[in-house]
Nanobody, 121 residues
């Protein structure tokens, strides 16, 4: 059974870079045809897709966040990492990592528990 676990600081200062890591167990991030995504939910708002990294290591980002976002991976640790630069209080949210079934349904079928990130000085 695949499980995802987010980790990283819960408090980030404005203008700094937010960095979160998702550790995957029970399956490899290089397995065809799964993509590995980051999603966030600001307080009182709906889910917002941030971006994903594919099983081959290619990336794709939400256009509204693309200029500030990078996603990388460490296949030896079975982890993928989100970096969001120049954060503002509007980046305060619960951040989730998720697996995407990219072969058929494009369903976000496995989720981490989520981690709260607050941007504040």
């Amino acid at each position: 059974q695949v499980q995802l676990l987010e980790s990283g600081p819960g408090l980030v200062k404005p203008s700094q870079t937010l960095s979160l890591t998702c550790t995957v167990s029970g399956g490899s991030i290089t397995t065809q045809y799964f993509y590995w995504a980051w999603v966030r939910q600001p307080p009182g708002k709906g889910l917002q897709w941030i971006g994903f990294i594919t099983y081959r290591g290619a990336t794709n980002f939400n256009p509204s966040l693309k200029s500030r976002t990078s996603i990388s991976r460490d296949t030896s640790k079975n982890q993928f990492t989100l970096q969001l630069s120049s954060v503002t209080p509007e980046d305060t949210a619960v951040y989730f990592c998720s697996r995407v079934d990219a072969e058929g349904t494009w369903e976000f079928d496995v989720w981490g528990q989520g981690t709260q990130v607050t941007v504040s000085s």
